[in-house]
């Protein structure tokens, strides 16, 4: 692939993350209408003849990472994973 393959390759990259970004926040205003209507209604789910939604509260326990590395900095060395991973950039 010469420069100017690049060139068209990352000027249509940027297109569609614009493009997603744009669906993103339409989905995003959707998804809040319909919360809205559920929370309206009183329930936390609701059938239609083709979907099933719900929104209900989840509880989850997570460990506190930055809190057991200052307060118990042996533990968080011993069990602490390093992970490696590579970025891509479009500048």
């Known amino acids: 692939m010469d420069d100017l393959q690049m060139d068209e390759k990352l000027a249509r990259l940027r297109r569609c993350r614009r493009d997603m970004d744009t669906l993103k926040k339409e989905a995003e205003a959707i998804e809040n209408e319909v919360k809205a209507e559920l929370e309206a209604r009183g329930v936390d789910q609701v059938e239609t003849a083709h979907y099933r939604v719900s929104w209900k509260t989840v509880v989850s326990a997570r460990l506190d990472a930055k809190a057991l590395k200052v307060e118990r900095p042996e533990i ?16």
């Open 76 to 91: 968080y060395d011993r069990y602490a994973v390093a992970t490696v991973t590579k970025r891509f950039t479009v500048t």
